[in-house]
């Protein structure tokens, strides 16, 4: 019997992609009209190499740094300073500028899927429901809090506060203890094989891959004891189960 729903929320409550797409391109086009030797193109695809590069290197971003600096600091401003550099602009006050500007933007474009918040509303009262987000705490709350669902969950796991980072099994072993359920008795619902499925399941957790754009799962990845193209059918399945 399932009593504790866990949630991912960027990419699986709200389109992170698209108001992170949005957000570098406005934040291109603020950069190249204070910098006559850049361009819009050059830029993007240097901020897009250095994402990458991030993202190959996430375990480098470990809980610990995120409590202790901001993401906007840790992360976007010397994403976009690096790759400013790599566009021949070396100019520190500039990137703060571009990374405050693509975070404003972000924020301000977020939104939740469509089916996010019936999910949420429809699981109230039923059973135990959580969020687990990577990224800093301030960042985190602030974005819990534009979107208007913090109210929907009775435990929140930011991995800047629990010590671990998302795609550790121990951030998800955390979460059940918070949850006071046994590891089988929590399900985690998440967007991504490798930072959701794979770590949530060491930890034991029944895992429901979200699967917007019909991808097909990673032969090298632990793959999900369920699969659903969005999460209208998640409270029926998983609250099915025995």
Request: aromatic share 6%; net charge negative.
């Amino acid at each position: 019997m399932i009593k504790a729903i866990l949630f991912d929320l960027g990419d699986t409550l709200c389109d992170y992609q698209a108001a992170a797409q949005a957000a570098i391109d406005n934040a291109c086009q603020y950069a190249v009209s204070h910098a006559e030797a850049l361009t819009e193109t050059g830029l993007r695809e240097a901020y897009l190499r250095e994402l990458r590069h991030a993202a190959d290197g996430a375990k480098r971003w470990t809980a610990s740094r995120f409590a202790s600096t901001s993401g906007l600091e840790e992360r976007d401003y010397r994403l976009w300073e690096r790759a400013l550099e790599k566009c021949g602009v070396a100019n520190p006050i500039l990137a703060h500028a571009v990374a405050l500007h693509y975070q404003l933007w972000r924020m301000r474009t977020l939104k939740l899927f469509p089916d996010a918040l019936p999910t949420l509303q429809s699981l109230q009262g039923r059973v135990r429901v959580g969020v687990i987000a990577e990224g800093s705490p301030g960042i985190v709350n602030e974005e819990l809090a534009l979107l208007d669902i913090r109210g929907l969950f009775s435990l929140t796991i930011i991995e800047g506060e629990a010590g671990y980072a998302k795609g550790d099994p121990q951030l998800f072993a955390h979460a059940v203890r918070e949850a006071g359920c046994e590891p089988a008795q929590a399900a985690h619902v998440g967007d991504s094989l490798e930072s959701d499925v794979a770590p949530a399941h060491d930890a034991g957790v029944v895992t429901v891959w979200v699967n917007r754009a019909g991808d097909l799962p990673s032969p090298e990845v632990q793959g999900p004891d369920h699969v659903v193209a969005d999460l209208r059918p998640v409270p029926d399945l998983l609250l099915g189960l025995p």
